[in-house]
C-alpha cells in the first residue's frame, strides 16, 4: 500500500502503530466478522483503524478487504472487480 509506505518513510513508528492496529483488527473480525458497522453495500462491514477505513466482506469462513482508503476520503464505492450481484448470493 502507497500510502503506508508513505508514512513509513516519514514515520517509521507511526508506520508500526498503523500495522498493529490492522493485525488487531483482523484478528478480532476473524472471531467477530459482524463486530463493525455495515458497509453501504450488502454485506459489507466498515472498519475503522485510524488515519484508514477499510471495507471489507465475510465470505467462506474469509474475511476479504475489498477496500481500504483515508478516512477523510469518506464512503468508498465498489471496486470494479467486485460485483453488487456477487455480493447478494452469498
Not at 483488527?25 to 463493525?36: D, E, H
Request: no cysteine; proline share 6%.
Amino acid at each position: 500500500m502507497k500510502a503506508l509506505a508513505k508514512i513509513a518513510e516519514d514515520s517509521p513508528n507511526t508506520a508500526l502503530k498503523i500495522i498493529e492496529r490492522l493485525e488487531r483488527k483482523k484478528s478480532l473480525l476473524g472471531s467477530f466478522p459482524k463486530m463493525t458497522e455495515r458497509g453501504l453495500l450488502p454485506e459489507t462491514r466498515k472498519i475503522h483503524a485510524s488515519p484508514f477505513i477499510l471495507t471489507a466482506r465475510v465470505r467462506r469462513d474469509t474475511v476479504e478487504i475489498l477496500a481500504i482508503r483515508f478516512a477523510r476520503q469518506g464512503d468508498a464505492l465498489a471496486p470494479d472487480d467486485v460485483q453488487t450481484d456477487d455480493l447478494d448470493r452469498q
